[in-house]
């Protein structure tokens, strides 16, 4: 009877665990969803601490740059680089748009994909354009973060 009694109190509080994690698990995709909504619209709002608030100080920006005529490369800019641009008023973004986007978690690491528009300028130049996009995110001292972008 103890035998039993020990197997089912292992079973039952296996299965709270798991109904924890996948909790938590929720939570985490929930979080990172809404702060990925946040940190697109704050540029738009010029709400530059926002914006700057769901990066790490380490955040790196990857664009993929396929100008016809031009060896393909990538161009790397700081959260510094890019905070700097965006409050500066030397990059300004009327509108930003994300959708279909999804949340891939891998313990304190989460892979974001999705689809963005925007309408914006960058030093004078129209840098409107929509594409695919892939953010990363790390869990840090239990705060999520940004830590790369890529936009292809």
């Known amino acids: ?65 396929t100008e016809p005529g031009k060896k393909p490369a990538f161009e790397l800019s700081t959260k510094a680089q890019w905070v700097e641009r965006v409050s500066s008023g030397r990059e300004k973004y009327d509108a930003v748009e994300i959708h279909d986007l999804k949340v891939l978690l891998n313990g304190d690491v989460a892979t974001v994909t999705g689809q963005y528009s925007q309408k914006g300028t960058q030093d004078g130049k129209d840098i409107s354009a929509a594409g695919l996009y892939v953010d990363t995110w790390v869990k840090r001292q239990g705060k999520w973060l940004l830590v790369n972008s890529v936009f292809p």
């Open 1 to 65: 009877m103890r035998e039993l009694f020990r197997v089912a109190s292992v079973l039952i509080f296996s299965a709270a665990l798991s109904i924890v994690a996948a909790a938590q698990t929720r939570s985490d995709a929930d979080f990172i969803l809404a702060g990925e909504k946040a940190w697109a619209d704050a540029p738009v709002r010029q709400d530059y601490k926002t914006f700057a608030k769901y990066m790490s100080e380490d955040y790196v920006l990857i664009e993929v740059n």
